[in-house]
């Protein structure tokens, strides 16, 4: 622009009019405005708040958020695929923290070990006791002096061989015609999560094409992670081939997206954990730990309880979810952790992982518990509750499934977690366990003393909770769990049956009149979730009671009749409609846990034996932790095995 001095006009120093100069501010602001504006489009929008926020290092700054992920509302479908609703106080500030260095001398070498044979499987010295004064903490001791297990020396831990004497293969025809009907669908839902969707996170099997969504931080390839186990042992051989050289060549972890720590926990590291224990192949155990190493920054809090959303960038910085009441973190979340974190630190020699979780489980275990029981909203800054919603299906389920999970994953030796279970399993008897008019056992919420006569879908894995935790409660009560879960797991399969569809809704009621049925239609939709043919799984390892195959056979019918559409499997939205109306979305829990629970439900229970496996909350299996027979197997970081069998 040219600003020329109009002759017999008054100008000031510059030699400008009043309107010249008010043009040209005008044009100075507009261009101040547009650069500061063009600041948001950058792609990473922690660079923002690199410059702007508080250089504080650990303690929590209250700031506003430019974070998309931690405003989605608890009924937005990213959450409902979490399984995190609920959850008030929607308008709550966020909390920020940063990345401290990460130290720490994790081993990333390849070492091609090739597939497992099963008859290379030796049980060694896996018949010893573990010793007494082998508790959970001693992984940090083991990490502290660097060792690490690997493949081999989980293998020769083991009691048996993970597939079984034959994969598992059952007998009888039917069971095993059944088995290969939930194989097919496997086969049928990747061949259209690979050819519309490849690389994406989930399929859209409508629309045909795939769904990244913004939960992984943009991490990739949510289905493929979480499918790796399934596809191996179903003995889908090409298609796991297909997927380990996806997670080999196109897995990158180099991410700078903003992910819940929870999801990535239990697909991604839970998912790469299981292949690299089922197969060996060296490439999982160098993603995962790689990929672990991302997620310490979020327990940097004043409390070490990690915050709900990570920035998976070198900034590290952490958010607690904009809906979660008054910037809190989430029981079932910061809870959730246990099983990876410690197999993180068995496999890199690393004690922070141990370190990180046994910090919020001394919280915990400390922490005054209204009536016992643990709410769903804690504050990590704080450390206390922030509210009392006590609920074993969404916001608080895995929690407890990782208690005694935690337990029997440690052979047996965590007696820390075996006596949180059990404190927990009785107050919940005491204040949230009901019985219907019509007879139907169920565990309603709980609201500060008031009860919600509710249960969702989520809290149905509680069934085969309940019966795996039976064997190792007190004598007088190891029937009484059985009994109850299998009342449970019989409550959610009536959710089930009163259905025109014969699938089950998001959440069940037992009030007003209603007996495991939705009253609302927000309620009424069912995406594929796996908990109740969880539950029918364990059941029937438990019990052998033919009435659990039965069931899960009902599931697969009502999947293929209403679920199944020409490019995969959809979500579908009322449950009581026997015209279905599609979500179009294939959720990658349905291939790493519905399809996964059925396949084992069908095959013998040599398949992934429980004395040896012990499944995530993703049905990812881990391998029991057999201390003293791992020390004996355990390599250095530097130098190989220490004892090369
Ligand atoms: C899965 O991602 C996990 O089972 C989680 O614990 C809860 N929600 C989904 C399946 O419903």
């Given at each position: 622009m040219v600003l020329r001095k109009l002759p017999g006009v008054s100008a000031s120093g510059m030699g400008l009019r009043l309107s010249q100069k008010f043009v040209f501010l005008l044009f100075l602001s507009g261009l101040v405005t547009l650069c500061f504006g063009a600041?948001?489009?950058?792609?990473?929008?922690?660079?923002?708040?690199?410059?702007?926020?508080?250089?504080?290092?650990?303690?929590?700054?209250?700031?506003?958020?430019?974070?998309?992920?931690?405003?989605?509302?608890?009924?937005?479908?990213?959450?409902?695929?979490?399984?995190?609703?609920?959850?008030?106080?929607?308008?709550?500030?966020?909390?920020?923290?940063?990345?401290?260095?990460?130290?720490?001398?994790?081993?990333?070498?390849?070492?091609?070990v090739g597939s497992r044979a099963q008859d290379e499987w030796s049980p060694a010295r896996a018949q010893e006791p573990a010793a007494r004064d082998e508790r959970v903490t001693s992984a940090a001791r083991d990490g502290e002096r660097?060792?690490?297990?690997?493949?081999?020396?989980?293998?020769?831990?083991?009691?048996?061989?993970?597939?079984?004497?034959?994969?598992?293969?059952?007998?009888?025809?039917?069971?095993?015609?059944?088995?290969?009907?939930?194989?097919?669908?496997?086969?049928?839902?990747?061949?259209?999560?690979?050819?519309?969707?490849w690389g994406k996170n989930e399929l859209r099997p409508l629309t045909r094409n795939g769904h990244i969504g913004n939960m992984f931080g943009g991490l990739r390839g949510a289905s493929i992670v979480d499918s790796l186990d399934t596809l191996?042992?179903?003995?889908?051989?090409?298609?796991?081939?297909?997927?380990?050289?996806?997670?080999?060549?196109?897995?990158?972890?180099?991410?700078?997206?903003?992910?819940?720590?929870?999801?990535?926990?239990i697909r991604y590291v839970?998912?790469?954990?299981?292949?690299?224990?089922?197969?060996?192949?060296?490439?999982?155990?160098?993603?995962?730990?790689?990929?672990?190493d991302k997620l310490l920054p979020a327990f940097n809090t004043p409390t070490g309880i990690p915050r709900g959303v990570i920035n998976l960038g070198s900034s590290g910085?952490?958010?607690?979810?904009?809906?979660?009441?008054?910037?809190?973190?989430i029981l079932a979340e910061f809870g959730t952790l246990h099983l990876e974190f410690l197999h993180l630190s068995e496999l890199s020699g690393n004690p922070s992982f141990t370190e990180k979780v046994m910090n919020i489980r001394k919280l915990l275990n400390k922490i005054e518990k209204p009536h016992g029981l643990y709410p769903n909203f804690l504050s990590p800054v704080s450390g206390n509750w922030v509210q009392h919603h006590v609920s074993i299906g969404g916001l608080g389920d895995s929690f407890y499934e990782y208690l005694i999970k935690s337990f029997l994953m440690s052979d047996k030796t965590d007696q820390e977690a075996k006596k949180m279970y059990y404190s927990a399993m009785e107050a919940i008897e005491t204040n949230l366990v009901q019985k219907s008019p019509g007879g139907l056992t169920y565990v309603a919420e709980w609201r500060g003393g008031i009860l919600d006569h509710k249960m969702g879908h989520l809290a149905c894995f509680s069934g085969g909770m309940i019966g795996i935790g039976a064997d190792d409660g007190p004598a007088e009560q190891k029937q009484h769990y059985l009994d109850l879960a299998a009342e449970i797991t019989h409550t959610c399969h009536e959710s089930y049956s009163r259905s025109a569809t014969k699938l089950g809704p998001e959440a069940f009621r037992f009030d007003a009149g209603a007996e495991a049925t939705a009253t609302r239609l927000s309620d009424r939709y069912y995406i594929l979730r796996p908990e109740v043919i969880e539950s029918y799984m364990y059941?029937?390892?438990?019990?052998?009671?033919?009435?659990?195959?039965?069931?899960?056979?009902?599931?697969?019918?009502?999947?293929?009749?209403?679920?199944?559409?020409?490019?995969?499997?959809?979500?579908?939205?009322?449950?009581?409609?026997?015209?279905?109306?599609?979500?179009?979305?294939?959720?990658?829990?349905?291939?790493?846990e519905t399809l996964k629970y059925l396949y084992l439900l069908f095959s013998d229970d040599d398949l992934l034996p429980l004395e040896d496996w012990v499944f995530?909350?993703?049905?990812?299996?881990?391998?029991v932790i057999r201390k003293r027979c791992l020390q004996e197997h355990s390599v250095t970081p530097d130098h190989g095995q220490t004892d090369p069998e």
């Open positions: 600041l948001f489009f950058l792609p990473d929008t922690v660079r923002l708040k690199r410059i702007f926020l508080s250089k504080n290092e650990n303690p929590a700054v209250t700031v506003g958020s430019d974070n998309e992920l931690s405003k989605k509302a608890p009924g937005d479908p990213e959450h409902q695929r979490a399984g995190l609703k609920g959850g008030e106080g929607a308008n709550a500030k966020l909390k920020v923290s940063r990345r401290p260095s990460v130290t720490h001398g994790a081993r990333t070498v390849e070492r091609s660097g060792s690490a297990r690997d493949y081999e020396a989980f293998k020769k831990c083991s009691l048996k061989p993970a597939l079984g004497k034959n994969r598992g293969t059952p007998s009888d025809s039917e069971t095993l015609q059944r088995r290969e009907k939930v194989k097919e669908m496997m086969k049928f839902a990747w061949d259209n999560y690979k050819r519309y969707a191996y042992i179903m003995g889908l051989t090409e298609e796991y081939e297909e997927a380990k050289e996806w997670v080999q060549n196109n897995l990158d972890l180099n991410s700078n997206g903003e992910a819940s720590l929870f999801e990535v926990n839970g998912g790469l954990l299981s292949a690299y224990y089922l197969t060996g192949a060296e490439i999982f155990k160098q993603k995962v730990v790689e990929l672990g910085t952490s958010w607690s979810w904009g809906w979660a009441s008054a910037g809190s973190s059941m029937w390892r438990l019990t052998h009671d033919p009435k659990y195959r039965e069931w899960g056979w009902e599931a697969v019918e009502a999947l293929e009749k209403h679920c199944r559409v020409d490019a995969g499997f959809s979500g579908i939205r009322d449950v009581y409609s026997s015209t279905v109306s599609h979500d179009n979305m294939q959720q990658s829990f349905f291939l790493s995530n909350t993703e049905a990812h299996p881990l391998p």
